[in-house]
T-cell receptor
């Protein structure tokens, strides 16, 4: 069974704080993704990575950065949190370049006050 | 620019009847389509997929239909069960895109016992 874990289920931060969201997968997947889910907007891709130290911008990368130092771990960083970054953040992973499904973590509900 | 659209935010169906969830896309480069199911407080889970070389794919109670000329796909659930109550996301990807998928906004399905 593929398992994707996220460091926190709920997080409350203040405006201007630096926020780290961690994601770990245990199935040796090459690809990892960060999404945010907002009502009426569905899942929007922030960043993804197809290999260690490689990253690609998704559809809404502004205000975010990522780090992938090890294959199993993909971190999302909010350099200076803002209230419009209050959202549900979902991490996912998938295997290789073929059309395999993505496996998601349980999500982190981030509130920025 | 919403490339994958689910125009019905919600749908209610009686238990035992058919549920039909619809999805439209605008990008003609999409050639692989997926449906995910999401329960509250959990990450999305993969349900069923279809390649553009097919027009139908079936898996138990779930069938996905693809109409490429209309850029439309639908998910049929027969018979619907209360446990199917969840948010369903349609997603699409293009060949060679490192599995970057574009998600729709989701349809919340309620199956009434």
């Amino acid at each position: 069974d593929v398992k994707v874990t996220q460091s926190s289920r709920y997080l409350v931060k203040r405006t201007g704080e630096k926020v780290f969201l961690e994601c770990v997968q245990d199935m040796d997947h090459e690809n990892m993704f960060w999404y945010r889910q907002d009502p009426g907007l569905g899942l929007r891709l922030i960043y993804f990575s197809y290999d260690v130290k490689m990253k690609e911008k998704g559809d809404i990368p502004e205000g975010y950065s990522v780090s992938r130092e090890k294959k199993e771990r993909f971190s999302l960083i909010l350099e200076s949190a803002s209230t419009n970054q209050t959202s549900m953040y979902l991490c996912a992973s998938s295997l290789g370049l073929s059309y395999n499904e993505q496996f998601f973590g349980p999500g982190t509900r981030l509130t920025v006050l | 620019d919403q490339q994958v659209k689910q125009n019905s935010p919600s749908l209610s169906v009686q238990e035992g009847r058919i549920s039909i969830l619809n999805c439209d896309y605008t990008n003609s480069m999409f050639d692989y389509f997926l449906w995910y199911k999401k329960y509250p407080a959990e990450g999305p889970t993969f349900l069923i997929s279809i390649s553009s070389i097919k027009d139908k794919n079936e898996d138990g109670r779930f069938t996905v239909f693809l109409n490429k000329s209309a850029k439309h796909l639908s998910l049929h659930i027969v018979p619907s069960q209360p446990g199917d109550s969840a948010v369903y996301f349609c997603a699409a990807s293009e060949f060679g895109g490192y599995q970057k998928v574009t998600f729709g906004t989701g349809t919340k399905l309620q199956v009434i016992p």
